[in-house]
């Protein structure tokens, strides 16, 4: 599966480093803390957190992801917004796999699949595979997702079971169900969302890109609309729904090319896939 050159691809700690570093100089940053509770009146909001002390705000934009506390303190319980799509997705960096830098190499079996992906020096490996919603699962219990993610791929045979190893002894596993995140407003007063904690489309790493995208159109909506956070808020919104909504019609049918549930699946996928590349090779001749 050849990597096409327009993309440009950063591990997600170098993209949290820049951002960091970036701001910096201008930006209060907490760390291994989380929000508790927010009241909002007509000139600010008051937030309380887990640890630090409480403060006041202008505006709160909860990024915060699928399992976003804003989310939840502003418009209520995950389960309203977010739907299970069938999968769970799993990903961590193995250095020493000895990948071709311009191919993903993936293997499948029916409802499963593993990818091998060199990165941008930094070659990782992705878990794929069917499951119902696991009732009750803590999304920070990394214990857990290693015993999920042992039994997904029990039997398995090609690099998998050295992969497996891999991830028992990971530290940075990442480990996340396929979810599609649907809100009818992703503002409240002056509170609102980002990234996956407005629109989640989890499946092909479009997270990171649709969060930046939707910062950058945030940010110029704010600045059009210097003393209107509503009208701010209004345009941002509608500007950014018309990428994240293909994008999320798009999850559940790109999950069943990539992860087929059956034999029979795999087989038609293959043979489009042979097709399609017959007919590139042709116009390319």
Same mark, same amino acid.
């Given at each position: 599966?050849?990597?096409?050159?327009?993309?440009?691809?950063?591990?997600?700690?170098?993209?949290?480093?820049?951002?960091?570093?970036?701001?910096?100089?201008?930006?209060?940053?907490?760390?291994? !803390?989380?929000?508790?509770?927010?009241?909002? !009146?007509?000139?600010?909001?008051?937030?309380?957190?887990?640890?630090?002390?409480?403060?006041?705000?202008?505006?709160?934009?909860?990024?915060?992801?699928?399992?976003?506390?804003?989310?939840?303190?502003?418009?209520? #319980?995950?389960?309203?917004?977010?739907?299970?799509?069938?999968?769970?997705?799993?990903?961590?960096?193995?250095?020493?796999?000895?990948?071709?830098?311009?191919?993903?190499?993936?293997?499948?079996?029916?409802?499963?699949?593993?990818?091998?992906? #060199?990165?941008?020096?930094?070659?990782?490996?992705?878990?794929?595979?069917?499951? #119902?919603?696991?009732?009750?699962? !803590?999304?920070?219990?990394?214990?857990?997702?290693?015993?999920?993610?042992?039994?997904?791929?029990?039997?398995?045979?090609?690099?998998?079971?050295?992969?497996?190893?891999?991830?028992?002894?990971?530290?940075?596993?990442?480990?996340?169900?396929?979810?599609?995140?649907?809100?009818?407003?992703?503002?409240?007063?002056?509170?609102?969302?980002?990234?996956?904690?407005?629109?989640?489309?989890?499946?092909?790493?479009?997270?990171?890109?649709?969060?930046?995208?939707?910062?950058?159109?945030?940010?110029?909506?704010?600045?059009?609309?210097?003393?209107?956070?509503?009208?701010?808020?209004?345009?941002?919104?509608?500007?950014?729904?018309?990428?994240?909504?293909?994008?999320?019609?798009?999850?559940?049918?790109?999950?069943?090319?990539?992860?087929?549930?059956?034999?029979?699946?795999?087989?038609?996928?293959?043979?489009?896939?042979?097709?399609?590349?017959?007919?590139?090779?042709?116009?390319?001749?």
């Amino acid at each position: 599966m050849p990597m096409s050159s327009a993309d440009i691809e950063l591990p997600r700690a170098d993209l949290a480093r820049i951002l960091s570093e970036a701001g910096q100089d201008s930006t209060g940053y907490l760390y291994d !803390d989380t929000i508790t509770a927010m009241r909002q !009146d007509s000139a600010g909001v008051e937030v309380t957190f887990e640890n630090a002390a409480p403060r006041r705000f202008d505006l709160v934009v909860g990024a915060d992801g699928l399992h976003s506390a804003v989310r939840r303190l502003t418009f209520g #319980p995950e389960e309203r917004f977010a739907s299970h799509l069938g999968m769970y997705v799993a990903t961590l960096p193995i250095a020493g796999l000895d990948l071709d830098p311009t191919e993903v190499t993936m293997h499948n079996a029916p409802g499963r699949a593993v990818a091998l992906h #060199p990165g941008a020096g930094q070659p990782g490996a992705a878990f794929m595979f069917r499951a #119902p919603a696991v009732p009750g699962l !803590d999304h920070r219990d990394t214990a857990r997702h290693k015993q999920i993610l042992a039994a997904a791929y029990a039997g398995a045979g090609w690099r998998v079971p050295y992969l497996l190893e891999q991830v028992r002894q990971a530290d940075d596993l990442f480990f996340d169900a396929v979810s599609r995140v649907r809100l009818g407003a992703w503002s409240d007063g002056r509170i609102v969302l980002l990234g996956d904690a407005a629109s989640c489309v989890s499946l092909f790493g479009d997270g990171s890109t649709l969060a930046m995208a939707g910062a950058f159109t945030l940010a110029e909506s704010l600045a059009a609309h210097p003393r209107d956070h509503g009208a701010a808020f209004r345009a941002y919104e509608a500007r950014h729904r018309a990428l994240t909504i293909p994008k999320q019609r798009l999850v559940a049918p790109a999950s069943r090319l990539l992860v087929p549930a059956t034999r029979y699946g795999l087989a038609a996928r293959n043979a489009g896939a042979r097709l399609l590349s017959a007919a590139s090779r042709a116009r390319a001749a």
